[in-house]
């Protein structure tokens, strides 16, 4: 659960379009906005080593301080250069302390499902809603034990404190346990193979 909450030391920017967002790529630092409900936005810059290694939690409460202010916030959009995959542009949504907002979780599997089945997940990502001191990052899901055929549906998961899913078809299945076709189909036995009639080359007519 994202119970700590990171925060990014920036700058307020005032200057805009690409090639002020190009030098400050340059310089290290990330363009970023954040959003305040009806409120004007902050536009601001970061730190790009110290944002990037924020990214990397999902959900993340995140303090981003600018000059004598500060807003808490969470990530809500990050633009990403799709050859170079370097971060070029975050958009922040403020929020409040004891606020519940909606946010989308990964989910993971963990375990061992019986003999040669395997779990695939249905749904990469949930709906839920959670304060925003304790938004999960992800959702982990048990296979373990699980037999070929079984499913795990939204109305089965076993939810941390406080998060309420936010989706309508909870008889959708979130985990599929299968055992893939290729292993399904048994190959042939040495007698079966030994009862092959063998093929006589000489001979034109056979």
Not at 19 to 48: D, N
Not at 125 to 140: G, Q, Y
Not at 143 to 148: E, I, Q
């Amino acid at each position: 659960m994202a119970n700590t909450t990171i925060v990014l030391e920036g700058e307020l920017r005032t200057e805009f379009g690409k090639g002020p967002s190009r030098r400050m790529r340059v310089a290290q630092q990330i363009p970023a906005t954040i959003y305040a409900g009806g409120e004007q936005p902050v536009y601001v810059k970061l730190p790009m080593k110290e944002t990037t290694l924020a990214l990397r939690h999902t959900n993340a409460l995140i303090t981003v301080k600018y000059g004598d202010d500060s807003k808490l916030a969470v990530v809500k959009d990050v633009q990403r250069n799709p050859v170079k995959r370097i971060v070029e542009h975050i958009d922040f949504y403020e929020v409040k302390a004891g606020e519940k907002i909606d946010v989308e979780v990964p989910v993971f599997v963990e375990g061992t499902p019986k003999g040669a089945a395997i779990a695939f997940v249905d749904i990469q990502e949930l709906k839920v809603r959670a304060d925003v001191s304790n938004l999960p990052e992800k959702i982990v899901v048990s296979v373990d034990g699980l037999a070929d055929g079984d499913k795990v549906f939204l109305k089965d998961l076993a939810l941390p404190e406080g998060v309420e899913l936010d989706m309508e078809n909870l008889d959708e299945s979130v985990v599929t346990v299968e055992v893939p076709e290729e292993a399904a189909e048994p190959e042939a036995t040495e007698a079966e193979e030994e009862n092959v009639p063998a093929i006589d080359e000489s001979n034109p007519a056979a």
